[in-house]
Every structure is written in C-alpha cells, then in structure tokens.
C-alpha cells in the first residue's frame, strides 16, 4: 500500500511539473521577433516550482508517509524536474536558432530599402549570439554606408576579434569610405594597414597608389607602384600611375624652385 501510495504521488509530482513545462512552451514559440532580452527565454525557476510541489505533498507526508520515504519522493520530484528542464532548454535552443535564422534574414533583405530596421534586427541577433559573424557584417555595411565612421569604428574592433583572418579587408573598407568622406588621414592610416597584412593585395595596392598622387606623395606612391608591379605586371593601371607620378614629381620640382 505504502508503494502504491509513492507511486501516486511520484506520477503527481510528474504531472504537475511537466503540465508548468508545457505551458511555458507556447510562450517561447511566440515570442516576438523584435524582443531581444535574453531575460525573455529565462523561464521556470527550480527553486520556486520545487518547492511549491513539495509544499503542497507536505500535508500527505504527515498522514502517510514515513520520514525516509519522503526523502525518496523529494529526490523523485528533483530528479524529474531536472530532466524535464533539460528538453525545455533544448527546445529553447532549438527556438533560438530559428529567431537568429529569422532576423538575419530580414536584415540582410532591408539593408538598403530599410536601414533602421536592418540595423534593429542585427543588434536583436547579437542580444542572442554576440559573435556572430553575420551580424557584425551586417551593421558595419549600414554603418558605412550612412558614413556613420565612429560605429563602423566601433564594428571593425568586434569584427577583427571574431573574424581576424578579414582583418585586412575591415581596414580597407573604412580606408575606402575615410576617402570618400574627404579624410585623407584616416584613409592613409587605415590603407597602411590593410597593406601591412595584405602586401600582395593588388585592390589594396592599386587603392593605396592612388591615395599617394592625391595627397602628393611622389615618394609613397612609387613605392607602392613597384610592389604593384612586381605582384601584377600586366595590370592596366602601371602606366596611368607611372604618368601621373611623373607629373606630380615635375610640380614638385617646380614648387622648389618658386621657393
């Protein structure tokens, strides 16, 4: 009878938790895509629904079980919770994965026709995965292109960390756009690097040329021109930039002799 009654109690307990579960399910699934607190995927706290079961079997115990058998059924309840959070975590994952799915999705698709949405849903991804790749990406491309140079900044700090073998085309990215903005300075520092990790670059090489006749640095330029020579001989541009460095150098001649 004793067992019996053990049993009972046990496929309760069972009950109880498994029925809390179940209804917490749901509200995982349906969370909305544009919540991005991680707070909202904590659910069912051990200590409180434990406790309130065993609270509410302590009345039983008193008429019908004995001390040691109670142990037992604590231990049950303790033991099932326990697996039972384990398939909730799981699905949680599970439902995790699929939001991230979803938010780079649409990201990704309103980059251009919708920045301030693209940017949300990236942000709302790296809230669930903070080194994801594609995030990252995602930001540093409407970042640029809003010329918006501090957070691209910012961006091209996480995105080397978590992706250093790109590192060389961040930095000629935010050369490219310095450029474009009219910051010369920042440009040639940002080239420097993208050639120091990547001298062989002909993009990077051809980019970093060009930077040199505008800024006027004959010196710069021919160093860099002969790098590109030796790395792509038959690129189209050697004679431009050989013609052009000859023409910068003759102004600069000309300058001294004013002088």
Known sequence: MLTLVVIILFLIAVSIIALVVVRKLPQLASLHIE????????????????????????????????PETWQRVQYIVRQSYTRLKMLEEKYRANTADAKIKILLKRGLANIVDDPELAEQCFLDVITLDPRNLDAYEGLSQIYLERKNMHEAQEIAEFLIKINPAARGRYFFELAQKFLQIGDGAEAWKYALQSVDIEPANPKYLDFIIELAILQGSTQDGREYLERLRGVNP??????????????????????????
């Open 35 to 66: 919540e991005s607190s991680r707070e909202k995927l904590k659910q069912l706290k051990k200590s409180l629904i434990v406790s309130r079961m065993i609270r509410k079997l302590e009345a039983v115990k008193k008429k019908v079980i004995a």
């Open 234 to 259: 038959e690129n189209a541009k050697l004679t431009d930039f050989e013609e052009r460095l000859q023409v910068l150098a003759k102004e600069a001649r000309k300058a001294k002799v004013h002088k």
